[in-house]
């Protein structure tokens, strides 16, 4: 079964300081990978996707499939990061998606 | 374009009631699905659909029902309102190779 797991259900981060939020997950063979972000009263939006390899303002997430984690950094906090973040894996080419728990981040300015 | 759009924002309920949720798209996506979000447990995946007249049963899809007759609309059905359906709960859409785009939710509550 797949499953993902995000240890952490609440993160404080200083602004300026690095973020990195933790995702591990379990699959049998090479899954896809998503972080997306839930701002304050918005919907939930793709951040981005391993197979992009993008850095969406300013995050990037590294796919190590010795750990089978997909973590998500950034080097520098901003007050506009504070947000629910979730992580998800699918099947290559499914779109049914598994989430993680969540993460909720609040920069301290 | 709307996007995904969903309807009511807010429900208020009593146990046994039934009610159906909205959820339309407008961009022709093939994929819908249906996730409830709860406190502690992420998005939980409901129902799903690949296509017109095709349904599936997601991770959690007791209590409740959904059909596919056009593309663009994909409704939740709660056949009995229990307590334990309190959440809040999202319609995504998606074609084979994009990303999926998520509603604004519908936040029920079950009395």
């Known amino acids: 079964a797949q499953r993902v797991t995000q240890p952490e259900k609440l993160l404080s981060v200083f602004k300026g300081a690095p973020v990195e939020l933790k995702c591990n997950y379990s699959?049998?063979?090479?899954?896809?990978l998503f972080w997306y972000v839930q701002y304050s009263r918005q919907r939930l939006q793709l951040l981005l996707r391993h197979i992009s390899r993008e850095s969406i303002k300013g995050f990037t997430a590294d796919l190590n499939k010795g750990e089978t984690s997909f973590h998500l950094k950034k080097p520098f906090a901003q007050e506009e990061d504070s947000a629910m973040y979730y992580c998800a894996l699918s099947a290559p080419g499914n779109e049914k998606l598994t989430f993680g728990t969540g993460t909720r981040l609040t920069i301290i300015p | 374009n709307a996007g995904v759009t969903q309807t009511p924002k807010f429900q208020v309920l009593k146990t046994g009631q039934s009610m159906t949720l909205q959820c339309a798209q407008d961009m022709n996506h093939e994929y819908m699905s249906w996730y409830r979000q709860d406190p502690g447990m992420g998005l939980r995946l409901i129902h799903y659909?690949?296509?017109?007249?095709?349904?599936d049963q997601g991770e959690v899809p007791n209590g409740y029902n959904v059909s596919r007759s056009t593309t663009e609309d994909f409704p939740l059905r709660l056949l009995s309102a229990a307590p334990s359906q309190t959440s809040v709960y999202f319609c995504?859409?998606?074609?084979?190779?994009?990303?999926?785009?998520f509603g604004p939710g519908t936040r029920l509550t079950v009395l």
């Open positions: 699959y049998s063979g090479s899954p896809e």
């Open positions: 659909s690949v296509g017109a007249g095709i349904t």
């Open positions: 995504a859409s998606s074609s084979h190779t994009d990303t999926q785009y």
